[in-house]
């Protein structure tokens, strides 16, 4: 199995700066990576809450933690309701949270899940299989006008109308049920010059989908209301987005409480890979760190 490469490892930990003793959430554990990277500085006394709403991730994120198993506590969970995962757990202040926004390469590289182009399966893209939606529902579903609106506002995809167009009139004929249908329909429907471009073509259209399956905005947007209330003083949150869409959110949330006073912003501007972590890690590349410590 090859693991999840932990994009920006060292700057998590830098940032995040972990203390013995301390708490912190690994809201997006995945196979556990950069919780991995965590953890010995916890030691001694110290506890990780490590949250995954993929149950299969979460499987082996344990398995891999299992040296640090009093220290390390899974729980299968959205990070949108974060503040009832820790109260459940009699927690209600925590010394650090880490995001890592998006899918690990175990989810992407399994055909079965249902989010790659390059891998035919079926059009899934639950990152939590056991409840919502899947991305072959929302094709049979939306209106040609509701579709054309989700590749645009969520897969900032240009040929968005002729996109959504070309799955309607498919669909009348034959149920979407594959990655590799949906991928070869959208290549049909981009403009010649668009279809055998350095970005496959169906690029947008897939993020745009996981996007809406997995309300991922929604839950980002909800993660950074509860924020303020669940960092301790001194306490510290580290935010990973990998698209513009989560970006905007993170830096609008993050000027705004340093506004209010809740908190300072550690990065001017945000943390990127180097070009040698692109090269060995090329899925870092669109890698954005942003940090803030909750002011005492
Ligand atoms: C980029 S991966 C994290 C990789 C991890 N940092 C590592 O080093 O292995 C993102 C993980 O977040 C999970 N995830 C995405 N949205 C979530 C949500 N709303 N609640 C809980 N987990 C979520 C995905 O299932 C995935 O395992």
């Not at 809201?27 to 030691?43: E, F, Q, R």
């Not at 997995?214 to 990973?240: C, I, K, S, Y």
Request: with cysteine.
């Amino acid at each position: 199995m090859a693991w999840h490469q932990p994009a920006l490892a060292h700057e998590v930990v830098e940032f995040l700066a972990p203390h013995p003793g301390q708490v912190v959430v690994d809201g997006t554990v995945g196979t556990g990576g950069h919780s991995l990277a965590i953890l010995p500085h916890l030691l001694p006394g110290g506890r990780l809450v490590a949250v995954d709403c993929d149950p299969e991730a979460l499987r082996l994120a344990e398995q891999r933690a299992a040296e640090f198993a009093p220290q390390v506590t899974c729980v299968h969970g959205n990070f949108r309701e974060l503040p009832e995962i820790l109260a459940r757990l009699g927690i209600s202040q925590v010394d650090g949270v880490l995001m890592d926004l998006g899918m690990s390469s175990v989810q992407v590289d399994c055909a079965a899940r249902g989010f790659s182009f390059l891998k035919d399966g079926p059009l899934d893209m639950r990152m939590d299989p056991t409840q919502g939606t899947t991305a072959d529902e929302l094709l049979t579903r939306l209106s040609l006008e509701e579709l054309a609106g989700i590749l645009e506002a969520y897969g900032e995809e240009r040929f968005a109308r002729r996109i959504a167009r070309r799955i309607v009139q498919a669909r009348r004929e034959q149920p979407i049920t594959t990655t590799g249908q949906l991928a070869r329909l959208v290549r049909e429907a981009c403009p010649a010059a668009a279809r055998w471009g350095r970005l496959h073509p169906a690029t947008r259209t897939f993020q745009a989908l996981r996007i809406v399956v997995n309300d991922e905005l929604g839950a980002l947007e909800a993660l950074l209301r509860h924020l303020p209330d669940l960092l301790a003083p001194g306490g510290r949150a580290v935010v990973l987005t990998f698209h513009s869409l989560e970006d905007r959110l993170v830096k609008r949330a993050f000027v705004q409480g340093a506004q209010d006073g809740i908190w300072s912003v550690l990065t001017k501007k945000p943390v990127r890979p180097t070009p040698t972590e692109v090269s060995q890690n090329p899925r870092a590349r669109s890698a954005k760190l942003r940090a803030v410590e909750r002011v005492s």
